[in-house]
């Protein structure tokens, strides 16, 4: 297998305000995009050939992967310009397939071991993977190896395993695509009209995003797996447990205490004073100022979080101005997506380019949309909308 | 102004020469040639671009060639004026890029001695001067032939049966790219990117000889030693990743840019050597430019004044020369993406020779202009490969408010805020990206229009006369920036319904007056399109069309200002289905005076 089709141009409604300006595959874990997770597990796997379908924001992945170069690969972009199915994207991709294809969910983190023995199956072939609860997925009953059928969201447990969105494929699979399904139906139709579609399993990691909170607990199991290092200056007096990655032109200042796993990306300024507990991500171009305590939580590019806040299972997205003793403290929280309320831990999630003023507290479960403004001693509470003003 | 391309090795040279020529077309692409060497030289060039003539030309054997793509400066494009360009007897061939100034003095002499001039250029002579002086070794022959030049150039010449190529500059930019037992030779390093990372910088009247067993280069007869030097760049800074056109491509890469200006800043110790020339005592400043860096600089001159107190003055390279007053400044800064503008490194020239001290902002490593000035800074852009410039302005602006800012004289309450409000600047761009979908709208209304107006005031009005600039270079459409105060001495009389006006409006001290422009613009009928920041109801109000920007520190607004104008700039073009990276008539960056 040479080429890998990987699927980045859907959404991701539910991950709104995160997704109001970016597509779902371009959400940051532990400091890198999720796609980029994707594209590293195919590089490590000899496949170097690359086709993007792009689509929503589609600028976005552009201006993060260019042509693949810094990847160690070459990327070209197929633009989907209405998201309409899994299979309408895979259509758009006919014409650059030569051969034998691997087609991936960008949104989905798997790592080179996921795929280490299926980018050698033979075609037409899944990936499968042994869940506890697939009720969200598409279950696949098995026959013999093969797939007998793909069933979407079951309501009964008919079967522990799940289809991954990986498969492998030849050109011949353009026959069977009609434009306005998903690709298991696809495989449905084409398993009745006789052909074989096998099945191989997987014990790599593979994980979905769904709602916001996901992204939180994505960013742990990857941090777990980082090696530290010191591209940046640290001053006397820091303490570093753990293992703690500080990116190029980064300063550390004095009596900062840092207990990995923590990423830190590229000339941030933290400190003095700060602590930073595990699984914290924190972006390129961040300044955290004194006395601020952060734990378990994503922090993008370009933010300023000023002195003596205190940030636990929260995500700051990029560009946001946060000023003296905020607080976004964890606890249990019902929080609504769409209709439905989810029972969940966690601080706040605070779109792009907010403003909140000193001394404001975020009650568990906020989400504050993209380019609010809080003034000094709000509460915030529940959800407020993009370009919200709190006065 | 024009790109030269050079091989020797063991790979066929054609393809290679072709590829390095297609990177070079932004200096030039009104014709181009190759000449292959061998027994004999073999010739292909006529008067069209680089891609239309791989594709006919015939496949001509050989390991070592040279190529040219042509900006006209003598004698209009055809194929008898493109380069390369021969001796008498077919024998010697040499590509040129730069302008010889005694040309015709020497070809009336050449043609007297026999010699027969099949092309209007200045470039044969030399061909011709090297054929005059030729006993046997090409690289003398070269020497002498120079020293009958006043002029610039960048030369490769080559010579049947002889398996070397011969190079020299003056004035023009030449670069030596090093690979496995094979050379490369261009007008600049992304040419060569797909080739090698290892470059050699050609100095001012450095002769070189190369061969597959290696490179000798000479300097008033004395060999030099050779500096190898690996760049960092790579091959996708200068491909179009996913994108339509280089233009946009470049527009996205700001965010980066200036985040990694900022990262520099930060990294850097305070910054050495700059002391001497923005020391307190400086009284003055003087600050020069051409094209879209002399709107840059416009911005500077607000900034000296308003961070560091003292007086500037700004002025166009082209037109400095020509000023008979003394000095009034002992400090210059000169501003030029490619630091090869001929307007550019005479003006350095004549401050250097008055005592003035000049540093230069550049964007490119180890150019003209950043050898001989007393002092650099480099812009983080990366290769600018789309005519029109984007993030190298972005980038020059970014260095200046990092220069002011540094040796600022304002209150330390301020410089807070607005240290502050800088780190923001990425995040700030991207939010106009984001807003693209918007732009695309205005654009395809303004691309039904003829004739259109730019204003703004004060740190804007450099704005103004950009945002013009980029929407006249690249969609044709006529249009003029002025300061909001000028329209009404005159270019009132041009304003009706058929001329939008597009105001740029800052939450400064000159809001007032722009409300009172836009009124008086209003009333002549014309429809406004205001560029503001979001949520001022105010303009709303009053404009026909908003464009809404983030809201910044107004010192700030304008780079977001810029970066919506090149979007409403590069989508009108594309409205208008124009050839944004290659505009008509022009060329990057431009050796001639």
Known sequence: MEQAVILAAGEGQRLRPLTVTKPKVMLHVAGKPILSYVIEALAENGIRNIVLVVGYRREQVLDYFGSGEQFGVEINYVTQERQLGTAHALAHVRSVITDKFLVLPGDNLIEAATIARFVSAEPHAVLIKRVDDPSRYGAVILDNGSVRNI?????????????????????????????????????????????????????????????????????????????????????????????????????????????????????????????????????????????????????????????????????????????????????????????????????AIIGESCYLGNNTVAQPGAIVGNYSQVQSLKLITGRLNDRSLLV | MCGIVGYIGNRQAQPILFDCLSKLEYRGYDSCGIAIGGNSIDLYKDAIRVKALSKIAPQIPGTIGIGHTRWATHGEPCRL???????????????????????????????????????????????????????????????????????????????????????????????????????????????????????????????????????????????????????????????????????????HEQPKVIRDTLGEW????????????????????????????????????????????????????????????????????????????????????????????????????????????????????????????????????MVLYWLMMSYSRVDAIRLSGMLLGLRQMPSKVQQVLDNEENLIKHARYLSGYDNVFFMGRGINYPIALEGALKLKEISYIHAEGYAAGELKHGPFALLSNNTPVIAIIAKDNTYESMLTNIKEVKARGAPIIALAEEKDETIGSIADFVISVPKVDAIFSPIVNVVALQLLAYYTAKERCCDIDFPRNLAKSVTVE
């Open chain 2, 266 to 397: 930060k990294s850097a110790e305070p910054l050495t050597g700059l002391e001497s020339i923005l020391a307190r005592e400086t009284e003055a400043m003087l600050i020069l430019a051409c094209g879209s860096s002399f709107h840059a600089a416009m911005v500077g001159k607000y900034l000296v004044q308003d961070l560091l107190g003292i007086p500037a003055r700004v002025e166009i390279a082209s037109e400095f020369s020509y000023y008979r007053e003394p000095l009034a400044a002992t400090v210059a800064l000169v501003i030029t993406q490619s630091g090869e503008t001929a307007d550019i490194l005479k003006t350095i020239k004549i401050l250097k020779e008055v005592g003035c001290k000049v540093m230069v902002i550049t964007n490119v490593l180890g150019s003209s202009a950043a050898r001989i000035s007393d002092d650099k800074l480099y812009t983080r852009a990366g290769p600018e490969i789309s005519v029109a410039a984007t993030k190298s302005f972005t980038a020059q602006l």
């Open chain 2, 81 to 251: 004026n493109a380069h390369p360009h021969c001796d008498c007897d077919n024998n010697i061939a040499v590509v040129h890029n730069g302008v010889i100034n005694n040309f015709q003095r020497l070809r009336e002499q050449l043609t007297a001695e026999g010699h027969n001039f099949t092309s209007e250029t200045d470039t044969e002579i030399i061909p011709h001067l090297i054929e005059k002086y030729y006993t046997g070794n090409l690289e003398q022959a070269v020497e002498c032939a120079l020293r009958d030049i006043d002029g610039s150039f960048a030369i490769i010449a080559l010579r049947a049966g002889e398996p070397r190529l011969v190079v020299a500059r003056k004035d023009n930019p030449l670069v030596l790219g090093v690979g496995d037992r094979e050379y490369f030779i261009a007008s600049d390093i992304p040419a060569l990117l797909d080739y090698t990372d290892r470059f050699i910088y050609l100095e001012d009247d450095d002769i070189g000889v190369i061969t597959t067993d290696g490179i000798q280069i000479k300097k008033e007869g004395v060999e030099v030693l050779i500096k190898e030097e690996k760049i960092s760049w790579t091959i996708n800074d200068a491909r179009k990743s996913g994108y339509e056109h280089f233009m946009i491509k470049e527009i």
């Open chain 1, 151 to 347: 069933i979407e969201k079951p309501r009964e447990a008919v079967s522990n395993m799940v289809n991954t969105g990986i498969y492998a494929f030849t050109n011949d699979i353009f026959n069977f695509i009609e434009p306005e399904l998903d690709i298991p139906d696809v495989l449905n139709n084409m398993i009745l009209q006789g052909n074989t579609i096998s099945a191989q399993k997987t014990n790599g990691t593979w994980l979905d995003v769904v709602h916001p909170w996901h992204l939180l607990s994505l960013n742990d199991i990857v941090l777990h797996r980082i090696d530290g290092n010191t591209g940046g200056t640290i001053e006397n007096g820091v303490t570093i447990k753990g293992q703690v990655s500080v990116g190029e032109g980064t300063l550390i200042h004095a009596n900062s205490y840092l207990v990995g796993p923590v990423v830190i990306g590229k000339n941030c300024d933290i400190g003095p004073n700060v602590c930073l507990m595990p699984s914290t991500s924190v972006g390129d171009n961040v300044i955290i100022s004194p006395f601020s305590e952060i734990r378990n939580s994503i922090i993008c590019n370009d933010v300023h979080i000023g002195a003596g806040c205190i940030i636990e299972d929260s995500i700051i997205d990029k560009g946001c101005v946060i000023k003296s003793h905020f607080i976004a403290c964890s606890g249990e929280a019902d929080v609504k997506i769409g209709d439905e309320y989810y029972g969940v831990n966690m601080g």
